[in-house]
C-alpha cells in the first residue's frame, strides 16, 4: 500500500469536517474521492500533505507514519498536492514556474524533469517564456500539474483539476491525468465531476459531509444507483 488513511477525524475550531475516514492508495493506481460542496475533498488533501493537523487518526505513506510531520518533509518523501483554484506565481514565466516545481530535486535533474513536464502538456513548451498569468484556465490546470511533476511525485494529490474549465479541455486534462498514471505515478484525484473521475480512476470512494459512504471499483460505483442519482444526474 502506497497510502494508508486510517480512522482519520480533521476539525476546524468546532466545525467536525473529516469523521474517522480510511481509505488507501495502492502504487499505480488512481484513486478518486468524489463528493458535493463541503464534503470535506479539499480538508482530505490538505490533512494528508501536512497543512491541517488531524484530531485523530493515522497516515501512513510507503509503511511510515506522516501526520504529524512537516510539509516539506511529505513533499520530499514524493507525495505532492496540487492544490485547488490552480494559482501560480502570475508574474513568473511558465519556464520560471516550472522551475519553481523541482525546489526539493537536485539542479542535474531539472532539466529532465522539464522534459518529462512536456512530453505531457507539449503546450507548456510553447509557453515557456509567457507570464503565467496570460495563460487560458486550462493551461493554468497544465502549469500546476506540471509544476507538480517537476518534483517526481510517488503519489500526486490533484484537488478538482476540471473545475471551471470547458468540456473540451476536461477531456484533455482527464485524459493527461490518465497518461501520467500509466507513466507510474500513483494519483489521488479530489473531484465533484464525477462522472469523468469514475471514468478514469480504478476505485472510487464517496464522501458526504465528512464521512465515507461508498466505496468500490470505479466501474461497479458507476453503475450505483445511489451514486447515479446523486452524482451523475441519471
Ligand atoms: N478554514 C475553514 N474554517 C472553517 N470551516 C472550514 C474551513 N475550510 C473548510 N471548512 C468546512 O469544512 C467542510 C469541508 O470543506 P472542504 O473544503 O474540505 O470541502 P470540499 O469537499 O473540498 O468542498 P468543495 O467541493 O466545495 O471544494 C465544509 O463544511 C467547510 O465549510
Ligand atoms: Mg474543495
Known sequence: MLLEVKDLTVDYGMVRALKEI???????????????????????????????????G?????????????????????????????????DLTVEENLRLGAF?????DISGALERVFKSFPRLRERLHQRAGTLSGGELQMLAM????????????????????????????FSIIKEINQQGTAILLVEQNAFMALQIAHRAYVLETGAIVLAGRADELRDNPKVKA???GE
Not at 490533512?47 to 484530531?55: E, H
Not at 497516515?59 to 492544490?83: E, N, T, Y
Not at 526539493?104 to 542535474?108: E, F, V
Open 22 to 56: 480510511s481509505f488507501s492508495v495502492n502504487e499505480g493506481e488512481i484513486v478518486t474521492l468524489i463528493g458535493a460542496n463541503g464534503a470535506g475533498k479539499t480538508t482530505t488533501l490538505k490533512t494528508i500533505s501536512g497543512l491541517l493537523k488531524p484530531v485523530s
Open 58 to 90: 493515522e497516515i501512513f505513506f510507503q509503511g511510515k507514519r506522516i501526520d504529524g510531520l512537516p510539509g516539506h518533509q511529505i513533499v520530499r518523501m514524493g507525495v505532492i498536492h496540487v492544490p485547488e483554484g490552480r494559482k501560480p506565481f502570475v
Open 104 to 108: 526539493t530535486r537536485d539542479s542535474g
Open 146 to 173: 506540471g509544476r507538480g511533476l517537476m518534483a517526481k511525485p510517488k503519489l500526486l494529490m490533484l484537488d478538482e483539476p476540471s473545475m471551471g474549465l470547458a468540456p473540451i479541455m476536461v477531456e484533455e486534462i
Open 230 to 232: 446523486a452524482y451523475l
